[in-house]
């Protein structure tokens, strides 16, 4: 017998030790649960796109993201409403319960990703507004600039 016709029985079991060793719960899911298992929506899918489909190995939405990020990036909003349904189809998991504990992490990921994203972007457009009101006559930068000339000026001529 060899190691590739193993015993379902020992199979089993050993699917529950690497589970067990990666800190995957091993309680059982029934098949009728796995096979009704729809999907749904992913926040990693939506936010990483292409790593997230490269990752979980689906060739057409890692293509399709591309183009989608290219062209019109609201439709990744589509690709990601059936993230978790391709994952699961496209991808050999241990058992259910690893699959839910990756998506989660895809989750909290995405999560990361949309707060630093806010907080960057925030910088940004505080750096672009202080750059266009100096620009701006009679913004609040300028009005402070020529005031501090108009007392260097006066003190120039008052002396």
Do not use: C, H
Not at 20 to 26: A, D, H, I, L, Q
Not at 77 to 88: D, S, T, V
Request: glycine fraction near 6%; hydrophobic fraction near 45%; proline fraction near 3%.
């Amino acid at each position: 017998m060899t190691n590739a016709q193993l015993p379902p029985e020992l199979e089993k079991r050993i699917d529950n030790i690497i589970a067990e060793s990666e800190g995957v719960s091993t309680k059982e899911v029934s098949f009728a649960q796995q096979s009704k298992f729809s999907g749904g929506f992913s926040l990693g899918a939506l936010v990483f796109g292409v790593f997230y489909f490269a990752v979980m190995k689906d060739r057409l939405y890692t293509i399709l993201s591309v183009v989608f990020s290219l062209l019109f990036p609201p439709l990744l909003i589509a690709l990601a409403l059936n993230a978790r349904r391709r994952a699961w189809e496209s991808r050999k998991w241990i058992n259910y319960n690893e699959f839910m504990k990756n998506q989660k992490l895809w989750d909290r990921a995405g999560l990361y990703g949309i707060v630093v994203s806010a907080i960057l972007s925030w910088f940004v457009l505080q750096y672009i507004y202080t750059l266009i009101s100096g620009l701006i006559p009679g913004s609040a930068t300028n009005v402070g600039q020529l005031n501090e000339v108009k007392t260097n000026l006066e003190d120039s001529l008052g002396n």
